[in-house]
Structures are given as C-alpha cells and as structure tokens.
C-alpha cells in the first residue's frame, strides 16, 4: 500500500520560515518523481513545486521562486519543501504527490492529473 505522509506544518507570521517533509512508503520512491500541491480555503488546487527522481531538476510556481525550495533524500524516501519568507497568501493545506518516470531524467510535471499517488496534506497558516 502507497503511503504519502506530509508533516512540518503550523502557524507562523509573515516572513518566517517552515520546512515541510513527506514521508513515502509502499513504493521505489527514487522511480517517481515528486510534486507539492497546495489549497486555500474556496480556492482551487494549485502546483507549487516539482522535483525530478534524482533532484537534479526542479520546477515552481512562478510566486514561489526564490523563497520556496524543494528537494528530495531517496535513502530516506522523503522529500522536503522548504518555504522561507512566508506570506499571508501562502496560507493553504499542503500535499505532497507522486508520478512513476520511466527513466531518470523524466522531466517534472504541474499537472495535478499526471500524478498516480497523494496524501493527506498539512496545514500551513500565516497570520501578519
């Protein structure tokens, strides 16, 4: 059974900073590439970050660069959203995501509808 468990999530002010971790479990994790989703309360769904099998490719939303960073550590099947100047409208549940790549260099993917596995998500609230 495919597990993703996303954890790191909280309440923080305006330009702080979190680190959100998804745990996988159930699948070759280094065989998927993997993807950050977020949603806001009466909004829809949106992309927020991708990376490829190996980390070596990375993809954002165009409001994230340069204070969010995803990477991935495939010895502990994890990957990790780091999120530093933290904005009111970063407020949303986070979910982490996972697609099967046919080979290494797969390119990443925003697509919500490309990824085979999801979890729960965690909640990120930033007050000013």
């Known amino acids: 059974q495919v597990q993703l468990v996303a954890s790191g999530g909280g309440l923080v002010q305006a330009g702080d900073s979190l680190r959100l971790s998804c745990a996988a479990s159930?699948?070759?994790?280094?065989?998927?590439?993997m993807g950050w989703f977020r949603q806001a309360p009466g909004k829809e769904r949106e992309f927020v970050a991708a990376v490829s099998r190996t980390g070596s490719v990375t993809s954002y939303k165009d409001s994230v660069k340069g204070r969010f960073t995803i990477s991935r550590d495939n010895a502990k099947n994890t990957v990790y959203l780091q999120m530093n100047s933290l904005k009111d409208e970063d407020t949303a549940v986070y979910s982490c995501?996972?697609?099967?790549?046919?080979?290494?260099?797969?390119?990443?993917?925003?697509?919500?509808?490309?990824?085979?596995?999801w979890g729960q998500g965690t909640q990120v609230t930033v007050s000013s």
């Open positions: 159930g699948l070759t994790f280094s065989a998927y590439i």
């Open positions: 995501a996972a697609r099967n790549a046919p080979w290494i260099g797969y390119h990443v993917t925003s697509s919500p509808s490309n990824y085979n596995y």
